[in-house]
């Protein structure tokens, strides 16, 4: 007898909501019931992607008794009141980064999960993407020795008005673009002491740690309107530099993922071709079905992230350094 599949449903219609149906698709013990959206053509297109059936109403495909878990990839702001709603009727729930854009509202969604006893695993995308991995598992053995410092980017344009992306499907720098890259410092280095931000639509903050090491997070939505989406990492250790360099233009993204050490010069450092969507979701399911460890893609450390994106503001609109109390 075949293992009963994990069957879901999709809440949103945008390119992410296309991007996961894809990857579900992909799944032989995955079933993607229902995809809803307020715009049901929109829903149905999405829904062709992974033979599921296009609907307008999010609470009755919450509410269907057949379903073990939800995506939702909705906007930020929204998340909220679908995740609880989600996690009420006895699902599972994926939920898109930002899982939300206050600690209340971020602090109650994981409430509910607890206790629900359900999942609630968050978009926390660089963890499945194989540059950063491929750090994390330098950083953990000790290969290159002590990681020192830590700079990272996301840069874009939709600030900018006649951008392709201008506000469509982004709000303020320090939620939607900053709070991946916080998560990844948070994964690397722990829990920072103290941070410091400057900026206006560019922003940069530093993240300053009680053993001296730092980390720099700058995320732009001013770059000039034609210049392509970029994002990327520079880590330094104590024997090495890795660094990594994302561009999005048309097509799949171009990668340059190089290490120098010692007196060599920089060389690419090789790594399997997977899809970091299809890992993510992939891993997802496995924690649905009691084959994984949830833990890597927890809502705590969403929240982790969420507090730094909003210290970030304090320290913004203060001018002054705020205290972690790490």
């Known amino acids: 007898m075949e ?32 995809v809803s959206a307020r715009d049901v053509g929109k829903a149905a297109a999405v ?43 006895g699902k599972h729930v994926f939920c898109e980064t930002p899982m939300a854009l206050t600690l209340d509202e971020a602090t109650a969604m994981r409430d509910a999960a607890r206790k629900a006893g359900r999942l609630l695993q968050v978009g926390l995308l660089m963890r499945s993407i194989g540059a950063y991995r491929h750090l994390k598992a330098a950083v953990a053995a000790g290969t290159h020795g002590r990681l020192l410092s830590l700079s990272t980017w996301r840069l874009g344009s939709y600030l900018r008005p006649g951008a392709p992306d201008h506000k469509a499907h982004y709000g303020d720098p320090t939620t939607e673009l900053m709070t991946f890259d916080f998560d990844v410092a948070n994964w690397l280095m722990g829990r920072p002491a103290r941070l410091a931000a400057s900026g206006n639509g560019e922003i940069s903050a530093l993240l300053s740690y009680a053993d001296g090491c ?20 520079r880590a330094l250790f104590e024997q090495a530099v890795l660094e990594l ?12 993922f190089t290490i120098a050490s010692g007196g060599s010069a920089s060389r690419p450092v090789p790594l399997p071709p997977l899809n ?46 705020v205290d972690l109390g790490a």
């Open 214 to 233: 730092s980390a720099t997070v700058v995320a732009s939505g001013l770059m000039p309107a034609g210049a392509p989406f970029r994002v990327g990492f």
């Open 245 to 256: 360099e994302t561009v999005f233009e048309e097509g799949p993204p171009r990668n340059t």
């Open 3 to 34: 293992p009963r599949k994990t069957r879901l449903g999709i809440l949103g219609a945008g390119t992410m909501a296309a991007t996961h149906a894809v990857a579900y698709a992909a799944m032989a013990d995955v079933e993607v019931v229902g």
């Open 47 to 89: 829904a062709g992607a992974c033979n599921a059936t296009p609907a307008a109403d999010a609470c009755a495909l919450i509410a269907d008794a057949g379903l073990d878990a939800i995506d939702i990839c909705l906007p930020s702001a929204i998340h909220p009141q679908f995740v609880i709603a989600a996690l009420e009727r």
């Open 276 to 321: 970091p969507y299809e890992v993510e979701l992939r891993h997802f399911i496995d924690c649905v079905r009691g084959e994984a460890d949830p833990a890597l893609l927890d809502a705590e450390h969403a929240i982790a992230a969420l507090v730094l994106s909003l210290a970030t503001q304090r320290a913004l609109a203060t001018g002054k350094q």
